[in-house]
């Protein structure tokens, strides 16, 4: 069996995120959180990895997003935990903007 070849996929337009904060969205079956942060737009896996609470409903503030349920931080340039509860990394997608459009390599 091989693997599938990732592509780009659009995900939403740039002008229908919200400015300077987290957009959901739904793509299929993936839960996804858009980030328009100050160096740009990010894409990251929307479901806290702690206990599955959707990231979109937090906190977000430059690069730091805050689960809504128990306060765990990711940075989301990286998936990184920032702090109690969440240990697990956040899973990160390759982003582009190409006209006009937010677009993962998935
Ligand atoms: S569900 Fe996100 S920190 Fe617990």
Known sequence: MTA??????????????????????????????????PDGIHVSAALCTH??????????????????????????RTGTPKGAPVTRALKIFETRVSDGVVQVLA
């Open 51 to 76: 206990n599955g609470a959707n990231l979109c409903d937090g906190y977000f503030d430059g690069h730091i997003i805050e689960c809504p349920l128990h306060q765990g931080c990711f940075d989301i």
């Open 4 to 37: 599938r070849q990732k592509t780009w996929t659009d995900v939403i337009l740039t002008g229908d995120l919200e400015r300077g904060d987290v957009t959901y969205v739904k793509l299929g079956s993936r839960h996804l959180a858009v980030y328009d942060a």
